[in-house]
């Protein structure tokens, strides 16, 4: 190896060993040895060994909880060859969940607490040549946190949704891991042990890169990147850095001294080809190299100008985002982990799930700060999609320490993570938690001194603040929801600036009309919740357990009152469900109504909204929730529904208020609003010329034409293109709508109905399918004799139709195209024997 503190003369080549694959998992107290694969999760290996049952079935949740309770460690043996050994070492580990001691050939070399923490360990002396022996002991997390909390001067509480469905509670604010690991009002409790991400063996001649960031300035017509690479070299000397960018290469040697370096070099793009979310343009990648040595970093940067303008306004103040000097509706859903098993992460099922957010007119995610900061190729997905990320750091929904030692591995996490992530062109935000400062206002410790709160909270807040200015020019937001800077009050219930989460109609249970009663500037969380698709639920019930009071359905829906809450509202708006698997399916529409009320309406008022980010777009294990995908990603009504609401160019039917209204200032239950306001919305780049046609259709299908406008609509923007007074309809009537643009293509349909719809005598409709191939894709027409709603063709296989839960109208036939999803093909023959056609009328 190395002597003295200057480099050798002789340069030794970069190398990269993979210490990933199998490691031997045990538990002395279980008397337990088996294989695990790393990276990987210990639940993953005891289910491969047959030692736990499937946790996500029935209510095997409580029967492997002595997993999360059990001192796990993980060891492997592993062969260097001398020329390796003799060099300068780093073992690297990007993620160690959670508190663990790295062991070496029986010597520590490592403790870690903080899984969102990469860990490079000088190893350097300390590696063999021959045979060596890694070994990772774990603790238990939860207890660890327990004796944090006990130690801590003043009592800081964990969030209510660790108790759901009788569990004891976790203070995973005292830890450093996946907040949602120990169960959410949607999630399991399986609190996971595991290494993921990489697990490598590196030895470079001189030094290893730590992180390459790029800054980007647009100035006619070109872009100025400013290149800032951190450099750790183990003893004084000369290392080669180069950047490749865009057939141009710039650095050269340079003097290194023992520890951090930082290094800067610039590079102009004259001409970029400019970068777009996903609905506005192109997502042309630059491919950047940078080789320190034979160490080649790689990465794709998008070019843009990204700006969040918050500034005064007539109303108080905006909250947009601007890209490349457009303003562009924010339009999405929220994220969680792409499941509860750690292993089960992969590119494949995120590639899937972020499509599937794309092909419903998504151009933004909020990755929740109960989460985790999400792998690499998620960005990297992220960029080649078009889908711009809210980023929450991991913070969420109860106080957090403030003391030295947790601030400082707070400091490491952010500034990693802010280092790993800022070069991509689809991360729009820093924001600094999710719900923290508002939930002072949920506990009794907190509610009863609330300065002292405020204060630890401030500490937290504004290193978080600090990092970001030092490390990014992107704006830091300091919660979700916020009212703005060094802003402690109510974020909740003031739509007039920030971003607003409203949860009203779901955790108040007030009617779907409540959401024409706020205007936020920007959305960044509402929901509705159903249930999970029939399909999903037989994967984890016997069908015995099929009822939506049975211990099974219930330890499925993880917040209070849920599956209650679902069928109360199905009154209000429904006629009761004959069966189990209708009443499934009714939850679903009704479920996608709720979120179409509120976007519909929020989109017409822009430019006062811009953004709205429904909760949520995805489920970590087979649930009762507020998600869009099942879990799996298979679509449940409301992602078809809300490709429909995103429709860039879209037209919809704002209610003008009932003069009948209750206490509260809303519609009377049954009372029609007096007229409806049809407003054109355009969220395209370009201004678009629509046709629109509104007919009031009947139970039996007889249509009149109520109204024919057009209308030259400006880029984003919501124009108002009629008016019509409801009280010229017949009991039995509702609003058909359709626009074209001016070549008479039909942009969209759309409908509304002035009453809930168990007020309408839904016809007995019988729907005809037809097979046929469109373009070589398998596709279903449709048609009916009667009137039938919120038609849903559904099957077994992965993938999705064109359209679903739609209105079809006699003689209007619907083509839909059906899709494949996960790399599957299939065919026409494998559709037709899984097909089932779900609709209204059906349900009764």
Not at 133 to 157: C, N, Q
Not at 474 to 491: C, E, H, T
Request: hydrophobic residues 40%; charged residues 25%; contains cysteine.
């Amino acid at each position: 190896m190395p002597k003295g503190n200057t480099a050798v003369a002789e340069r030794v080549d970069y190398v990269q060993v993979d210490l990933g694959g199998e490691y031997r998992l045990e538990s002395a107290e279980h008397k337990i040895k088996l294989p695990i694969n790393l990276p990987g999760d210990v639940h993953t290996a005891l289910l491969e060994a047959n030692k736990i049952p499937d946790p996500y079935f029935g209510t095997n949740e409580q029967d492997v909880m002595w997993v999360n309770k059990t001192p796990w460690s993980v060891e492997r043996k592993f062969s260097v060859p001398p020329e390796i050994a003799d060099g300068y070492l780093t073992l690297t580990l990007t993620e160690v969940d959670c508190i663990a001691s790295i062991l070496l050939n029986g010597k520590v070399i490592a403790k870690v607490d903080n899984q969102f923490v990469r860990h490079d360990i000088d190893v350097t002396g300390k590696v063999l040549a021959g045979e060596n022996t890694l070994r990772i002991e774990f603790a238990v997390a939860r207890d660890v946190a327990a004796k944090r909390a006990a130690a801590h001067p003043f009592p800081l509480p964990f969030t209510k949704n660790y108790q759901t469905n009788g569990l004891e509670g976790v203070h995973m604010n005292f830890i450093r891991k996946v907040a949602c690991h120990a169960g959410w009002d949607w999630g399991i409790c399986l609190m996971p042990t595991g290494v993921y991400g990489r697990i490598e063996l590196r030895r470079t001649p001189l030094a290893r890169t730590d992180s390459v960031q790029v800054e980007q300035k647009h100035t006619k017509g070109k872009c100025a990147l400013t290149i800032t690479t951190r450099v750790h070299a183990f003893a004084e000397g000369t290392v080669n850095l180069t950047h490749t960018i865009d057939g141009q290469m710039v650095g050269g040697s340079k003097k290194v001294m023992p520890g951090e370096n930082v290094f800067t070099h610039r590079v102009t793009i004259d001409s970029p080809d400019l970068w777009w979310p996903a609905g506005h343009g192109a997502q042309p990648l630059y491919d950047m190299a940078t080789n320190l040595d034979g160490e080649v970093t790689t990465c794709k940067l998008g070019l843009r100008k990204l700006e969040w303008v918050i500034e005064k306004d007539k109303i108080d103040h905006t909250f947009k985002c601007r890209v490349n000097g457009r303003d562009i509706t924010m339009m999405g859903a929220n994220w969680i982990p792409a499941d509860a098993i750690p292993s089960r992460i992969t590119p494949e099922v995120v590639r899937d799930l972020l499509e599937s957010a794309v092909v419903a007119n998504m151009n933004m995610i909020r990755i929740w700060g109960g989460g985790q900061y999400e792998p690499d190729y998620f960005y990297e997905i992220c960029d080649e999609l078009g889908i711009l990320i809210w980023q929450d750091f991991m913070f969420s929904c109860m106080p957090y320490p403030s003391h030295p030692e947790f601030l400082e591995s707070v400091r490491t996490e952010v500034t990693q993570q802010v280092r790993r992530l800022q070069h991509h062109a689809c991360l729009a935000l820093w924001c600094g938690d999710n719900e923290v400062i508002g939930s002072l206002t949920w506990y009794p410790e907190t509610i009863a001194d609330r300065d002292r709160y405020v204060a630890n909270y401030d500490r937290l807040s504004a290193l978080l603040a600090s990092i970001v200015a030092e490390e990014d020019s992107r704006r830091f937001w300091p919660s979700s929801p916020s009212l703005g800077y060094m802003d402690y009050s109510d974020g909740w219930h003031s739509d007039t600036r920030g971003d607003m989460h409203y949860w009203d109609v779901w955790h108040s249970a007030k009617p779907f009309e409540a959401y024409r009663t706020v205007n936020p500037r920007f959305a960044s969380e509402f929901g509705f919740q159903s249930f999970t698709s029939m399909n999903v639920i037989e994967t984890f019930t016997k069908p015995e357990d099929r009822n939506p009071s049975s211990p099974v359905m219930e330890q499925h829906q993880r917040n209070d009152g849920g599956n209650a809450r679902i069928l109360e509202t199905m009154c209000r708006y429904f006629r009761f469900p004959k069966g189990f698997e209708e009443m499934v399916f009714l939850s679903q529409v009704q479920q996608g109504l709720a979120i179409k009320t509120a976007i519909e309406y929020w989109r017409s008022t822009k430019p006062r909204c811009m953004g709205t980010l429904y909760w949520q777009i995805n489920d970590t294990w087979p649930v009762h929730s507020w998600a869009s995908l099942d879990y799996g990603g298979q679509w449940k009504p409301l992602h078809h529904m809300a490709k429909r609401f995103f429709n860039p160019v879209n037209l919809v039917a704002v209610p003008v208020q009932s003069s009948k209204t209750n206490s509260r200032g809303l519609p009377v239950e049954g009372a029609l609003p007096d007229a409806v306001e049809l407003k054109a919305i355009n969220d395209t780049p370009a201004p678009v010329d629509v046709s629109v046609e509104v007919f009031a259709v009947n139970m039996a299908g007889k249509k009149r034409s109520v109204l024919k406008a057009k209308a030259k609509v400006t880029p984003n923007a919501a124009k108002p293109v009629g008016k019509l007074p409801l009280a010229k309809l017949a009991d039995d009537e509702f609003l058909f709508m359709e626009w074209k643009d001016a070549r008479g293509k039909l942009l969209g349909e759309n409908d509304f109905f002035p009453r809930a719809h168990k007020y309408y005598d839904v016809p007995q409709a019988k729907i005809k399918a037809a097979w046929s191939s469109v373009d070589g894709k398998p596709t279903l027409t449709l048609s009916t004799d009667k009137p039938a709603f919120f038609v849903s063709a559904g099957t077994d296989l992965p993938g999705y139709f064109s359209d679903n839960g739609l209105t079809l109208l006699p003689g209007r036939d619907v083509a839909l195209s059906f899709t494949s999803r996960k790399g599957e093909k299939a065919t026409q023959k494998d559709l037709q024997k899984s097909l089932k056609i779900q609709h209204l009328s059906e349900t009764f």
